[in-house]
């Protein structure tokens, strides 16, 4: 089996449309595909209905956090999308992001870049706005040669000249949230060093012991040592190691399935969620 646990659709910042995520997932040779977009869960519905016979889809989100004034990033699987106390705090999050963007054009704008709102809302569509659309943006004007090029300390990055915070959740209340709503949890690429500052492994521990299930080991943003260090972390915490594209379509140079999960860790994430199951694709019979 090739699962792929990470991946967004236009819903929030990727180029694919939901629709064409699972049939790209699909022509991939994935036979398991998670939709994890950013704070919302507005892209499953499209998602089920296009899901092609063999694919199975998991769905889920990445919740903005923010622990000790770092960012990071908790991948939450099979949740209830309707449990209201995690659906408040998803809608809080989403609705900062139209001011955050602005305020982050107001800055750029500032600094010289003829950028404007409009063209960042244009390239945004019907997603979550975010970084990675200002980032695009940045690109169009050939401020950077590409959308990673705009996450750094001189634009986009965590304390970058443009930054702007946006509100985020406490990990802690994360972890408790997604789990009251059956959910099971995973930390994003926790020491993707090349973003900006990362969280320690201390808090990483602490996170662990709060009911955190798991860490995203292989991803792009990891080289080979800072892997194999991850999946250590994983052991001695009682941690399970996860692999994912962090799929976003054009936006990124990642390919569907480049990294996966094992079989056996997706089917521990599959046992311990109760909030949703994941969706068996029947290439559009009922």
Excluded at 32 to 60: F, K, M, N, Q, S
Excluded at 104 to 110: D, F, K, S, Y
Aim: hydrophobic residues 40%; contains cysteine; negative net charge.
């Amino acid at each position: 089996m090739r699962i792929d646990l990470h991946t967004h659709s236009t819903a929030s910042d990727g180029t694919d449309t939901p629709a064409e995520l699972v049939r790209n997932a699909a022509a991939a040779g994935l036979d398991v595909v998670a939709l994890t977009d950013h704070d919302t869960t507005r892209g499953y519905a499209e998602a089920i209905a296009a899901l092609p016979e063999g694919l199975t889809l998991v769905t889920g989100a990445e919740l903005s956090c923010r622990i000790d004034g770092v960012g990071l990033h908790m991948l939450a699987y099979l949740f209830d999308p309707e449990e209201p106390d995690l659906a408040a705090e998803r809608e809080l999050v989403r609705d900062d992001r139209v001011p955050r963007a602005r305020a982050m054009v107001t800055r750029l704008q500032e600094l010289g870049v003829p950028v404007t709102w409009e063209q960042v809302a244009r390239i945004a569509g019907d997603g979550s706005v975010g970084r990675p659309h200002v980032a695009e943006a940045l690109v169009e004007l050939g401020v950077v040669s590409d959308v990673s090029g705009a996450f750094t300390p001189q634009w986009l990055a965590d304390g970058g000249r443009a930054h702007v915070q946006k509100h985020e959740l406490d990990p802690f209340d994360a972890i408790r949230l997604v789990k009251a709503a059956g959910g099971v949890t995973v930390f994003a690429h926790p020491l993707a060093v090349k973003r900006g500052e990362v969280v320690p492994e201390a808090a990483i521990a602490r996170l662990a012991a709060a009911g955190l299930d798991g860490i995203e080991v292989d991803h792009m943003d990891h080289d080979e040592a800072t892997r194999a260090r991850l999946r250590g972390l994983a052991k001695e915490l009682g941690l399970l190691p996860t692999g994912s594209s962090d799929y976003h379509g054009s936006r990124k140079t990642c390919a569907l399935g480049d990294f996966t999960t094992d079989p056996e860790i997706y089917g521990e994430i599959t046992r311990r969620a109760t909030g949703a199951f994941p969706v068996p694709g029947t290439g559009g019979r009922v």
